[in-house]
């Protein structure tokens, strides 16, 4: 089973600065990778897949990048309504895996 | 626009089977995409359980590949979940989900059920 890990759990970062999250992977999946922001009492929401592509309706200000074992998901100006959890996933190997998450907080 | 959407018993007991069914609109089940199911304990991180290829094969999460049957009835346009045996531990919010067929991540969601085990 690949393992994906999300340092840190939380990062605190002001309105309107840049945001880079961080997920690593056990092993290399590829490009086979996925992000999703979860908002309180609401369902996961893709925002990137292939490790770069914004899904339909995402902001240019989401971008995507890595590929193997390091993947970063990067927020150019944080808006109040993007501090969530973000979480990544790796499609490469079956079982499917997600990583932690990393909380977004205002600081 | 595609919509998925949980259903089934809130409050489960120790020992007996959760079963779930997710009702999909705006695309056909028929169709070739995957059909997934993800749960997450309360305040805790997502957990993939399992997903049924449009095939019909499934994939299981091994922790839980024991205990879990994922069917579909494409008549009816849904698919279901059944976890077994179930204990305090699958207490948890259980979403279905769209899964793009040969790169199976998931683009649409329900909006979850909560399913508490308790006696």
């Known amino acids: 089973e690949i393992v994906m890990t999300q340092p840190p759990a939380t990062l605190s970062v002001s309105p309107g600065e840049r945001a880079t999250l961080s997920c690593r992977a056990s092993q290399s999946v590829s490009s086979n990778l996925a992000w999703f922001q979860q908002k309180p009492g609401q369902a996961p929401r893709l925002l990137i897949y292939g490790a770069s592509t914004r899904a339909t309706g995402i902001p240019a200000r989401f971008s995507g990048g890595g590929s193997g074992t390091e993947f970063t998901l990067t927020i150019s100006s944080l808006q109040s309504e993007d501090f969530a959890v973000y979480y990544c996933q790796q499609y490469n190997n079956w079982p499917l895996t997600f990583g932690g998450g990393t909380k977004v907080e205002i600081k | 626009q595609v919509q998925l959407q949980e259903s089934g018993p809130g409050l489960v007991k120790p020992s007996e089977t959760l079963s779930l069914t997710c009702a999909v609109s705006a695309y056909s089940l028929s169709s070739v995409y995957y059909r997934g199911w993800i749960r997450q304990p309360p305040g805790k991180g997502l957990e993939w359980i399992g997903t049924m290829f449009h095939t019909g094969t499934t994939s299981y999460s091994p922790s839980l590949k024991s205990r879990v049957t994922i069917s579909v009835d494409t008549s009816k346009n849904q698919f279901s979940l059944k976890l077994s045996s179930v204990t305090a531990a699958d207490t948890a919010v259980y979403y279905c989900?769209?899964?793009?067929?040969?790169?199976?991540?998931?683009?649409?969601w329900g909006q979850g059920i909560l399913v508490t085990v308790s006696s």
């Open positions: 989900a769209r899964q793009v067929a040969g790169s199976p991540y998931f683009d649409y």
